[in-house]
């Protein structure tokens, strides 16, 4: 496509489209020199592309932001939230008023520094970390893709659009996703691209001379290069876009700071606010003589028009979709209203019952795959993958097909050795909506994903991590793939549900607690090694969901308290069986989830962990655990690095084994017992 010549920010005439992309550009302005902080430069530069996409393309109703046949806006360049705030105030959505423009970047506002999913109408996804907006879209657009090819175009058929910047697309994340979403030929995703050449060091070419084109066309897109003001050169690449095979990638060059004469093309107008004088000069430049934060009637109608729209096509989409028999259609219902089936009730009390009954000696990670295997077909929303280790992980049930270019019917991505991707792309499919997302790889790899993790966590979006190989006890593989520190890191994000069952029972129970938590995301830790059975079935108590409990509860009360999780509740049940021969009354609780256990009541958490001193045992580094230890407690477990040898040998070396725990315990209670003779 021809590159349109780029014209030099002076005053233009008053047309239509000028005025409504001067009204975003202005209450960029306004708000950011009220706050006294935030990014002026993309809003103002990106007005003119934003102004096109939302007044001739996007289809959305204000009034409705949860229309699930909307097309999806992400602002995967989260620093120019003043531009997204403009936009949701200018197009009527309820909440987004000019006194939250007016609050922009203050406390309890609706206009946080960086968009924020769940607190502003209209935000499909938190971003602000760069990279993390195009990779979340990519999940998006995958799962309009996979809805479309289960119901077709009566009831999915729209667009995923991303406002992306430069420091999106030098972010390593970035070439995941786009190599993810061109290997899928998402031809409903669109990133338009601020080429505005600039980032806050200075010019792009001090630390990138890429040719964001040609890296995109190797990777399966369409691409084009237009003038990002020239609203007829934007309307002509999206229509472009929006009929091409393959996801595209429109790069608009454009002037940060647009209008602002002192300001215009540098990285000057990025990250502060112009200031009296220059927002003075940018009024006279833009022929703009209104007020801070007034927008002229005329203007704003346009806008109103602009965001209601929408009913139309919502009225007709909800007209089109009762008319469908009820079979198809509940279906359809049911994947959104983010319920577990009653099938699914069934299947895991079934699975959970079978392991109890058959006392399996399994890794976890088998367990993990026997639940898939009997949960799969019960819940059809249920959406799986893995970053390459499918046969590693066991994340693959038997009745899930991978999905392909040519075949979104599937319910298995491949992710490819793409992790930081597959756990944004997670996140975009379940804020999409239709899927609950899972997706492996090893514990030590959660590194490559916890940005996106994080954001995760922030958002309260269910999204399941499946994380095996997760202590010393995968073996030969050494340091490099035995993961130490990943659980305290993972147990330290607010809001993430950590799971690390000790047996297929406590496994099945963690999935559970995991498709449950509706409002949280997870990771499922589990193991390489086989571990035994040692759970009680004789209900239909899920045990894991109150975090930890009594697993053996000494006749006559206790002397002292053995927590574990995950493979080490077993050392800890054969310690309690050796102080046993010392008349040492041992109790064995198993910690599986200390986010669940936190959240019980401070009664039933004393009674779990009793008075006696308590020892904690996990292959891993000490992290909070002092918490559930007390003073009197011990600790047993990593104080560095592994190493690379069989797994029985590094237990033993690096002293995690019943001994070691019987030891601790006994000096434990020849502490107690001398502090109580001298107290």
Not at 196 to 213: H, K, M, V
Not at 218 to 233: L, V
Not at 265 to 293: C, I, M, Q, Y
């Amino acid at each position: 496509m021809t590159v349109h010549a780029l014209n030099p920010a002076v005053a233009r005439p008053a047309t239509a489209h000028a005025e409504r992309a001067n009204a975003v550009r202005f209450l960029a302005i306004d708000a950011v020199e009220q706050a006294k902080s935030g990014h002026p430069g993309m809003p103002l530069g990106m007005a003119d592309v934003a102004t096109v996409l939302f007044s001739r393309f996007l289809k959305f109703d204000a009034s409705d932001p949860a229309w699930p046949d909307r097309d999806r806006f992400v602002l995967s360049a989260g620093h120019g939230s003043m531009l997204l705030y403009a936009l949701l105030y200018l197009t009527g959505y309820e909440g987004v008023t000019l006194d939250e423009l007016r609050n922009f970047r203050q406390w309890g506002s609706k206009t946080p520094g960086h968009p924020e999913y769940g607190h502003t109408p209209g935000v499909e996804t938190t971003t602000g970390p760069l990279g993390q907006g195009i990779a979340t879209a990519v999940g998006m657009a995958l799962a309009e893709r996979l809805l479309n090819a289960r119901f077709g175009n009566d009831f999915v058929d729209h667009f995923t659009y991303v406002i992306s910047g430069d420091g999106c697309l030098m972010e390593g994340l970035s070439h995941e996703a786009i190599s993810l979403a061109g290997h899928l030929r998402l031809n409903r995703l669109i990133v338009l691209f601020d080429d505005n050449e600039i980032s806050i060091d200075g010019p792009t070419s001090l630390s990138c001379s890429d040719d964001q084109l040609k890296r995109f066309e190797a990777s399966g897109w369409s691409t084009c290069r237009i003038d990002g003001h020239d609203p007829e050169a934007i309307t002509a690449a999206i229509e472009q876009a929006r009929r091409s095979d393959r996801p595209s990638l429109i790069a608009c060059r454009t002037v940060i700071g647009f209008g602002a004469p002192n300001r215009q093309g540098s990285e000057k107008a990025h990250g502060a606010p112009l200031g009296a004088d220059e927002v003075a000069k940018t009024r006279a430049a833009l022929n703009w003589p209104h007020p801070p934060f007034e927008i002229p009637h005329h203007v704003l109608d346009q806008w109103r028009e602009i965001g209601a729209r929408g009913q139309s096509a919502r009225r007709h989409w909800l007209e089109r979709t009762k008319r469908v028999p009820a079979a198809p259609r509940s279906p359809f219902h049911d994947a959104l209203n983010r319920k577990l089936p009653g099938d699914y009730l069934t299947a895991m009390a079934a699975v959970r019952d079978e392991f109890g009954a058959k006392r399996p000696g399994i890794a976890t990670r088998q367990a993990s795959q026997q639940v898939l295997d009997a949960i799969a077909t019960a819940l059809p929303n249920l959406l799986g993958g893995s970053a390459d280790l499918t046969h590693s992980n066991l994340t693959r049930a038997k009745s899930q097909r991978p999905v392909q270019a040519d075949f979104f019917a599937g319910d298995y991505i491949h992710y490819g050795i793409r992790e930081h991707a597959m756990a944004a792309a997670m996140n975009g499919i379940a804020l999409h909506g239709g899927f609950i997302p899972y997706g492996g790889t090893f514990l030590t790899f959660t590194d490559y994903s916890r940005p996106a993790i994080r954001l995760a966590a922030l958002m309260r979006i269910r999204v399941i991590h499946v994380m095996t190989h997760d202590s010393i006890g995968l073996g030969e593989d050494g340091p490099t793939h035995q993961p130490v520190e990943h659980l305290a890191a993972l147990r330290a994000i607010p809001g993430l549900l950590v799971f690390r069952p000790g047996d297929a029972v406590e496994t099945a129970e963690a999935w559970d607690c995991a498709l449950r938590a509706e409002s949280n995301p997870s990771v499922l830790c589990l193991s390489r090694q086989a571990v035994p059975t040692f759970s009680d079935v004789s209900d239909d108590v899920n045990r894991v969901a109150y975090g930890a409990y009594v697993v053996v509860d000494p006749e006559g009360g206790r002397d002292v308290t053995l927590i574990a999780t995950g493979s080490e509740v077993a050392i800890a049940l054969q310690a309690a069986k050796l102080l046993a021969q010392d008349n040492v009354r041992a109790a064995v609780v198993s910690a599986p989830c200390f986010e669940l256990f936190r959240a019980q009541s401070r009664e039933y958490r004393a009674a779990v962990l009793g008075q006696a001193p308590r020892i904690g045992v996990e292959a891993a580094v000490e992290g909070d655990w002092a918490r559930w230890l007390g003073e009197r407690g011990e600790f047993v477990g990593m104080t560095g690095f592994g190493a690379s040898a069989p797994a029985e040998v590094l237990y033993r070396e690096f002293g995690i084994t019943a001994e070691a725990v019987a030891t601790a315990a006994l000096r434990c209670l020849a502490r107690s017992r001398m502090a109580t003779t001298y107290a």
